[in-house]
């Protein structure tokens, strides 16, 4: 008898069983009771290493520390060097007469292959530390050693690898404050490092521990803290501070803090020799960032996840990807940095793709990248640039935004790029990434691993109704969660500040407001009354100086600065603008000198928080702000121009200056507040910012986005960050932190069962047969307002359905009075939006339109144009009219074809029955485009080629571009001598009509 056998097919598992930060430790659970003294201490410390194949040297002297760093280098590199050869090297290679510790530091970290000239004439590589095989250097121990500089030193513990000091440990006794530790280094050692041949200024890591306690810090802190200490200011509390040294860590961010410990893990000779060579980024300032735990984790996890899904064939799919939720203010962006630079290395990756969500590419993410290494942000400006990179060998990482990149994707349906190895990179992985854009993106790209960062993860808690649901969370979109390094931890590990929060109530509502349906715009016109605006700045000018620190100073960034600065978030433009005159009517009369410098800045996206607490982004366009707010923007910058000299205004280009100028100046605290709408809450950092005063509704996202522009740490004069809230803000921020702080947080929208959905969605749309049937009127606000609610919940529930196969051909409504309910809904939707915008008042907030899932399931040009064929088929017959009647309601249930629609008709009455229905569709289109654009050149006198070319790269990128100086360049010229030229009108008005035109013809080709 025989079979036939199926032959296992084995595959690898590619895990690391050396991971730099230790999964889980577990402490000893024998604890020595005997007092220890601090030469105890050392000695078990030493025993330690010793146990771990460090080498113990017992040397004390410069001549044995050269002799022995000779014999190392040698041994590393397989040669003997001659007595010459030895002293030419040593003394331009290592110890240069003139080199410091920025430049000794530079040598380890980005120079570390010096070159020898041989007696003979040739030359030869030499390591000072192999970065690619770690285990190719020696790690020795001493201790004691003996220097004399400006006084006789004896250091306690060093670490030398390959005969350099590259770790020096600085230890207490037990029950001695650790600080000590940290002030003894430089209080002792200020005039000592640098003595002899300066060897020991190739120290990269200090590492101080008291037995109990144990942190460490690069010698850049050390560095800057003795050089403020050596300035005249020398009493000032400074950055550089004890503030700045880190604790360690195992994989779940459970602190190491016991020296033993610490030992076993940090001084495990890969995890050692890992942070030296791969964890540390030398940055663009000439300072040494060393990564902390989680952030080396992350890392690792992101290149694990890589090697895993690559041998498991999982590419192109979730489980090639994940993401990082590491808190706001805990170095996401260096994090992501390294990933992207490490993935960027490895042989099988061809592009690492980091991806912002901006239209415009973030200013202060390339500014990050720019500070870790000088080149590595090749932003672009357009799809163009885009697809240039994405064709060269040699752009390794490339920055761009998921705008730029959705729209290299349509223009490029297939592309070589497409079947590439890449790793994509989100930046923050918000709900923009989860829509239309993802999916496409994702679609094409077939070899990719998707990995998104963020703060805020989107769980099932503070999910939208909208999008797939899918992909409606931050894991259903990018797959599993790899870590986490919640607000809390990064407040245990006072990595981030705590949050001081004050509730100030100034508006008491009515008992029985609560009984009752009241609109929003109501207690919104209440918050915006001047009784309760003067209230609010009255508050804020007085306790200014006590919540920002007034009383206290402190030196940064060379420059002696007293106290610190504060954002005021305001609910709308409205509010932000009655606030800044308020400030400014209340401190006329005021000396220069005590006035608080007050900023001001808005753009057109400013709304409200979305449902899901998600902050909108503002954009740097101002085309859609009205005049009026628009004048007030220009009369505030011409305030801040006064103030600094600077020449700002909102033009496109001054406007994006005066954003930037603003930052740098919120950064170096030469602005007191800044009144801001959404701008500057998400993804700022200033150092010296420590008050936010929020006079908004936040929740989730939001809210701790927010919160967290006050809490990074500067120094030990700042201690929390402050936030004043003048709205009762207590339930969200305890929810927002539970959300946040929680590492259970559930994941995936749980969808039940198929068929308790199709029960709801049966239920409803009986209802809505029953109460409005097609071809009556729905008369009254009352019914009307029903109508939107009934048909947005049937919405909601057809959008989850069509995730489930069972629910094709049991939709119950036919496509067409689908379609017709449709339109119903989109009208409504027009008409409260008319009303809306004529008496000023946001819609109220018992009328919800779901327009967005509208949008996924609109009728596009190419089902029109099916239709359009088959009535010509059926020309003359009376099935004409139903399907003339079909397209007519196609159009109307379509949120982007409605002012399309007489474009459509014209062309269904022009075409011929014999035509080929695509082919005379683009020719029409091109000629009522050509046509269309010809009357807005005549009328409004523009410059016919400029005005052509404009608007073909506008319809290349997606946009009609208000930045940049393209736009003048088609206007007619104006005498710069009339000084009421109209210039700003008349290319608003030009703006306006070419976005019309933009719109109307966009995507129908």
Request: proline share 2%; glycine share 4%.
């Amino acid at each position: 008898m025989s079979e036939d056998l199926t032959p296992y097919r084995i595959e690898p598992i590619a895990l690391s069983n050396e991971s730099t930060v230790v999964a889980e430790f577990l402490p000893d659970r024998v604890r020595e009771t005997a007092y220890q003294s601090e030469a105890e201490l050392e000695k078990a410390f030493i025993k330690q290493l010793q146990l771990q194949a460090y080498e113990y040297l017992p040397i004390t002297s410069e001549a044995d520390l050269t002799t022995n760093l000779r014999r190392l280098l040698e041994r590393l590199n397989k040669i003997a060097f001659s007595d010459a050869e030895w002293d030419r090297f040593f003394t331009t290679c290592i110890a240069g007469a003139n080199d410091g510790i920025v430049e000794k530091t530079t040598r380890i970290q980005e120079d570390h292959i010096q070159v020898l000239k041989r007696d003979d004439g040739t030359v030869k590589n030499i390591y000072l530390i192999d970065k690619q095989h770690i285990h190719n250097n020696s790690l020795q121990v001493i201790n004691q050693y003996e220097v004399e500089g400006a006084r006789a030193n004896r250091y306690d513990v060093t670490v030398l690898v390959n005969g350099l000091p590259m770790v020096h440990v600085e230890l207490k006794r037990r029950g001695v404050d650790i600080r000590e530790a940290f002030n003894q280094i430089n209080r002792y050692q200020r005039d000592s490092f640098w003595a002899g041949s300066g060897l020991f200024e190739y120290v990269q890591l200090f590492v101080i521990s008291n037995g109990t306690l144990t942190k460490y810090y690069s010698n850049t802190v050390r560095d800057g803290h003795l050089a403020e200490q050596r300035s005249k200011r020398s009493r000032q509390k400074t950055s550089n501070s004890f503030s700045f040294t880190s604790w360690w860590a195992d994989a779940k961010n459970q602190p190491i803090t016991e020296l033993t410990g610490f030992a076993k893990t940090f001084f495990a000779k890969h995890t050692l020799l890992n942070i030296l060579t791969r964890y540390c980024v030398f940055d663009v300032d000439r300072k040494l960032l060393v990564m902390r735990p989680y952030q080396i984790v992350a890392a690792e996890q992101i290149l694990q996840r890589i090697a895993t899904s690559t041998n498991h064939r999982k590419l192109g799919s979730t489980a090639a990807g994940g993401y990082i939720w590491h808190t706001t203010g805990s170095g996401k962006t260096l994090t992501s940095f390294k990933a992207a630079q490490l993935a960027r290395g490895l042989p099988e990756i061809d592009m690492v793709l980091f991806v912002v969500d901006r239209k415009d590419l973030d200013y202060q993410t390339m500014k990050e990248y720019e500070r870790f290494e000088k080149g590595a942000a090749n932003s672009n400006t357009s799809t163009a640039v885009l697809q240039r990179q994405l064709e060269d060998p040699n752009a390794r990482i490339i920055i761009t935004t998921i705008q730029k990149l959705s729209r290299f994707v349509v223009k490029n349906k297939r592309h070589s790029v497409y079947d590439q190895h890449v790793v994509v990179i989100f930046d923050e992985c918000h709900r923009s990434q989860f829509g239309d854009m993802h999916a496409e993106i994702t679609r094409v790209f077939k070899r990719y691993h998707l990995f998104g960062f963020t703060g805020t993860p989107i769980f099932a808690e503070n999910a939208g109704t909208t999008g797939n649901p899918l992909r409606r969370t931050t894991e259903q979109a990018f797959g599993d969660k790899l870590h986490t390094y919640t607000i809390v931890d990064a407040i245990n590990d006072k990595n981030v500040l705590p949050f001081r929060i004050d509730y100030i109530n100034t508006i008491k509502a009515s008992s029985s407001i609560k009984d009752k349906k009241v609109s929003a715009i109501d207690t919104e016109r209440a918050l915006l009354a001047s009784e309760r605006i003067t209230q609010v700045v009255n508050y804020i000018r007085e306790h200014f100086d006590q919540k920002t620190k007034r009383n206290a100073s402190y030196s940064h960034d060379g420059k002696r600065l007293i106290g610190f600065n504060s954002l005021f978030a305001t609910a709308s433009i409205d509010a932000a603008k009655r606030y800044y005159a308020t400030f400014a009517e209340q401190e006329k009369e005021l000396p220069h000198a005590r006035r608080l410098k007050v900023g001001l800045i808005y753009s057109f996206a400013a709304n409200e928080e979305e449902t899901d607490g998600l902050l909108s982004e503002e954009e740097f366009e101002l085309e859609g702000l009205d005049q009026s707010s628009r004048d007030f923007l220009d009369a505030a910058i011409k305030d801040y121009n006064a103030l600094f000299g600077t020449s700002f205004d909102t033009s496109a280009d001054k406007f994006q200056n005066y954003y930037k100028d603003l930052s740098q100046r919120l950064k170096k605290r030469e602005l007191d507040l800044v009144i801001v709408v959404n701008m500057f809450l998400t993804g700022f950092d200033a150092t010296t910012l420590n008050t936010l005063w929020a006079d908004k509704n936040l929740r989730a996202h939001g809210l701790i986005q927010a919160y967290s522009r006050t809490n990074r740490i500067l120094n030990s004069v700042k201690t929390y960050g402050n936030i004043i809230s003048f709205r009762d803000l207590e339930q969200e921020t305890n929810d927002a932190l539970a959300l946040f702080g929680n590492k259970d947080a559930k994941g995936i929208v749980l969808l039940k069962p198929y068929a308790e959905y199709y029960k709801e969605y049966q239920k409803r749309i009986e209802e809505l047969a029953e109460k409005f049937p097609l071809g009556q009127a729905i008369v009254g606000e009352a019914a009307q307002k029903a109508f939107i609610k009934l048909f947005g919940s049937i919405l909601r529930l057809k959008n989850i359905l069509t995730a489930f196969d069972d629910f094709a051909g049991n939709e119950i409504l036919s496509e067409r009075d689908f379609q017709d309910y449709q339109s119903l809904y989109l009208n409504l939707y027009a008409e409260f939006r008319s009303v809306s915008e004529a008496e000023k008042e946001s819609i109220n907030d018992d009328v919800v339109f779901e327009i967005e899932l509208i949008k996924q399931v609109e009728i596009n040009v190419d089902y029109i144009l099916m239709l359009v064929e088959k009535y010509l088929k059926k020309k003359g017959s009376g099935e004409d009219k139903e399907i003339r009647a079909a397209i007519d309601r196609a159009i109307n249930a379509s949120p982007s074809l409605r002012n399309k629609k007489d474009l459509i008709e014209q062309f269904v009455d022009s075409v011929s029955t014999k035509a080929k229905v695509d082919a005379e569709w683009v020719t029409f289109i091109a000629a009522k485009k050509a046509e269309e654009l010809d009357r807005i050149i005549v009328d409004e006198g523009l410059n016919a080629d400029e005005t052509k070319a404009f608007v073909d790269y506008a319809f290349r990128d997606g946009a009609i571009p208000a930045a940049g100086t393209a736009i003048t360049k088609i206007l007619p010229p104006v005498s710069r001598f009339n000084k009421s030229n109209g210039h700003g009108v008349k290319k608003q008005t030009v703006l306006d009509k070419l976005g019309a035109f933009f719109e109307r013809f966009f995507g129908l080709i």
